[in-house]
């Protein structure tokens, strides 16, 4: 499975669009981008999910160059609920085995 | 609703001693799995069932055991507990796991702690 390589942590203010950069330079074919979301004393959540090119869902925009060796999670005008811990995994397709890095823990401040 | 719901969520435990977890999924998904996150917040898989059928098995010690009795039910079962079983285990569950993707859905932890 291609290894993942994303910041250690960010920060941000309420209202500014937050954008996530993973690397995966050994991405295969057949493999996915997936994004999950860690709050504190919680399970993982999914935000989204792409192949290539550009995902929207009422969260989030996932953005996937055409040779699919980065992407890049943005979040709009984030809050202070969004003060989590961002993971990007690559998924083996049709096997679903997810495997987490450190992820990038953001931080949102009034 | 909760959709992963976990027992018990807090577990505080000796060394040596044997405990389980429960999950129990309400989503009517196939697959099952189990994490282990441990302080340093690494997430790791230990084990996924399929329809009651193990299919992912880690290196995981064989101090622990999964059970599953049906496909909503994934119990963790584990022996002679050690001070580094410390940590806070996740069920999740999912679809199934052929296709392109499943999503998987986490339920909110056993943070089990071993003195």
């Known amino acids: 499975l291609a290894k993942t390589t994303q910041p250690i942590s960010m920060d941000s203010y309420e209202g500014q669009e937050v954008n996530i950069t993973c690397s995966h330079n050994n991405i295969a074919t057949n493999d996915y981008i997936t994004w999950y979301q860690q709050f504190p004393s919680q399970g993982p959540r999914f935000i989204i999910q792409g192949y290539k090119t550009k995902v929207t869902n009422e969260v989030a925009s996932l953005f996937i160059p055409a040779d699919r060796k980065s992407s890049t999670l943005s979040l709009p005008r984030v809050s202070l609920s969004d003060t989590a811990v961002y993971y990007c995994?690559?998924?083996?397709?049709?096997?679903?085995?997810?495997?987490f890095g450190a992820g990038t823990r953001l931080a949102v401040h009034p | 609703d909760t959709a992963v719901s976990q027992t018990p969520k807090y577990l505080v435990t000796q060394m040596g001693n044997d405990k389980s977890i429960k999950c129990e999924q309400n989503?009517?998904?196939?697959?099952m799995y189990w994490y282990k996150q441990d302080s340093k917040k690494f997430l790791k898989i230990m084990f996924s069932y399929n329809n009651k059928e193990l299919i992912i098995n880690e290196t995981v010690p064989n101090r622990f055991s999964p059970k599953s009795p049906d496909k909503a039910h994934l119990n963790l079962h584990i022996n002679s507990l050690e001070l580094g079983d410390s940590a806070v285990y996740f069920c999740a569950s999912s679809q199934g796991t052929s296709g392109n993707y499943n999503e998987q859905f986490f339920g909110p932890g056993t943070r089990l702690t071993v003195l």
């Open positions: 995994l690559v998924v083996q397709g049709g096997y679903n085995k997810l495997i």
């Open positions: 989503l009517g998904h196939d697959t």
